[in-house]
Each structure stands twice: as structure tokens, then as C-alpha cells.
């Protein structure tokens, strides 16, 4: 990774507020990585819908919601929902099944996912609700897959602006929608809906885009809902602790911060639970370290929030 010194920031930057994905986090009770969180000095959390952190689809998801937003108010901690759990709706296949699926019937279910997720991001103040198109199944002619995406997401964009907060779709290699291109298609073809997003990760700008990471920010800027970031290679979809791949961070939080963006800025380490506490804390001290001078969140370093 090569790393050049923060540079100095732009004459009107916002502070960066950064989070951390619960689904790196999945071996801790869901109160127990919202305390570490907090302690660490986190400004909020990626909350994945799950089994093990509110599951949406047990019972009593708006009493337990209820808990989760007290919880959260108490920490000082703000929240976006993340809708990327692996089989929270079939237990054999990651991610299915999706917006792109054949059976209509199962369609739906992923619909109702993010319904859900949008009912819960209502409830909690959420910033915004994430999600991704799926892989297009075999034999499915792109034209379709498309339409299947549009036509689903039409109920839960109406339904993110009904509740007020916006619906940020993910560019997810290997998906149908992979790249900045991609969601620009989505975005027009349903006529530029207000509550329609972009979540970006930054990874993901080095793992396939053609522009630079920090260059994917400010093209991004004005659909931007939320962040998600970790370390990465060209051309390899593996997300990597800070230090591990091979972005250059000070240039793309400078950029970050100088769009004006308001969301989180959330660490996406989903494979390394084994490891997250560590990883947490590492992560919190690398992004302050490669911030541009201030940027920062309101709390000064190692401050815990109660």
C-alpha cells in the first residue's frame, strides 16, 4: 500500500463520522458491539439485518427495535441499515434470494427484506438503507434481469420515500449492477428518483473501476447515502484490514470530506469476526491518522461516548 502524508484540506470540508459493520462483528451480542463501538470512539455502526444482530424475521421486531434505537441513543452512536446478510432468507444459498431471481414469489421475499429494513431504519433514524441488485442467474438475458430489478425495487423506493430515508444501492462486483455506470443506467431508467442513492465502497473503486477511489468520490458526490470502506487489490474482490491491499487513504477521505457528505463512513470487514474487536480498534486509529487535518469527528481520539 502506498501512503502519502494527509494532505491539507480544502477550504470548506465536513468532519468524516465513521462507523463499523456489524457483519464484523457477529461474534459479539449485538448491545456488546454497540458498547465496544462507543468506546472506541465510533460515531456510528452499520447495522446488518441478521440472525444474531436484529433478526428480521423473528418475532417482536418492534419491541426489540425499540431496544436497539435506546440502545443506540444512549451510546451517542447514529445508524444505517445494511441489508447484505448471507442467508438470513435461505439457508442454502448466500445471498438468495435475490431481486433478479426467476420466481416472482422469491422476488418478493428479497422485496420484503428491504421493506423491512426500510420500516427499521424508520424507526431508528437511520441514514439510509443499503442494498445490492444480486447476480444475474444463468441464462437470464441482461434485458430481463433489468427489468426484474426496476420492478422490484419500485415498492421499496416508494416506500423509502414515504418514510424519509433514502434507499442506497450498492455497485457489488460481479453483480448486475457492479460499477458507478451501472447504478447511473438504474437511476434513469426509473426516472431519477429522489429517494434512489448510491452506496459506495471504496474497495470496490479499486478493485474495478477505472477511476481512482478518491476520483470515484467526487464523481459520486452528489448521489452519495452511504460509505463503506476497507482495503483492497485491483482486480481482486477481497475485503482487506487497512494496510493490507493497496489504496492510498489520505487522498480519498480528503475528498471524502470535501463533498460535503453527511453519512457514515463505515469499516466493511465481513470476514474477519474472528478477529473484530481487534480489528475495530485498528481500523478507528489508521482512518484518524489518514484524515485530512480538520476533518474530524467532534469527539477527540479515544474518546468514549456515553
Given amino acids: 500500500m502506498t501512503v502519502t502524508p494527509a494532505p491539507t484540506p480544502a477550504a470548506h470540508t465536513t468532519p468524516l463520522r465513521f462507523g463499523y459493520g456489524t457483519n464484523g462483528l457477529t461474534d459479539l451480542r449485538l448491545d456488546d458491539a454497540l458498547a465496544l463501538l462507543a468506546g472506541l470512539g465510533y460515531d456510528g455502526v ?37 441489508t447484505g446478510a448471507r442467508y438470513v432468507l435461505d439457508p442454502r444459498r448466500k445471498h ?48 430481463l434481469a433489468w427489468q426484474r430489478l426496476r420492478e422490484s425495487l419500485g415498492p421499496v423506493i416508494e416506500a423509502a420515500a414515504t418514510a424519509g430515508v433514502p434507499l442506497a444501492v450498492e455497485p457489488e462486483p460481479g453483480h448486475l449492477l457492479a460499477t458507478l455506470a451501472d447504478f447511473h443506467h438504474l437511476r434513469r ?94 481500523s478507528i486509529d489508521f482512518l484518524r491518522k489518514a484524515q485530512p487535518a480538520g476533518a474530524g469527528s467532534a469527539l477527540p481520539a479515544g474518546g468514549a461516548r456515553c
Fill in 46 to 82: 452499520g447495522l446488518t439485518l441478521d440472525h444474531m444482530h436484529l433478526d428480521p424475521l423473528a418475532p417482536g421486531l418492534a419491541a426489540r427495535t425499540r431496544h436497539v434505537g435506546r440502545r443506540l441513543s444512549k451510546l451517542g452512536l447514529g445508524v444505517t441499515i445494511e
Fill in 189 to 282: 431508467a426509473l426516472g431519477d428518483p429522489s429517494s434512489l442513492g448510491l452506496t459506495l465502497d471504496i474497495g470496490h473503486c479499486q478493485c474495478l473501476e477505472p477511476s481512482s477511489p478518491a476520483d470515484c468520490v467526487r464523481e459520486a458526490a452528489p448521489w452519495l447515502r452511504h460509505v463503506q470502506i476497507e482495503d483492497m487489490r485491483r482486480g481482486v474482490h477481497e475485503h482487506l484490514p487497512f494496510g493490507d491491499g493497496e489504496i492510498d487513504f489520505p487522498p480519498v477521505l480528503e475528498a471524502l470530506a470535501a463533498t460535503g457528505y453527511q453519512g457514515l463512513t463505515v469499516v466493511e470487514l465481513p470476514r474477519h469476526s474472528h478477529a473484530g474487536p481487534e480489528l475495530a480498534a485498528r
Fill in 96 to 143: 438468495g434470494p435475490s431481486l433478479l431471481d426467476p420466481d416472482p414469489a422469491a422476488r418478493a421475499a428479497r422485496a420484503g427484506l428491504l421493506l423491512t429494513a426500510v420500516r427499521v431504519a424508520a424507526d431508528l433514524g437511520a441514514r439510509a438503507v443499503h442494498c445490492f441488485s444480486g447476480v444475474t442467474p444463468a441464462g437470464t438475458p441482461p434485458d
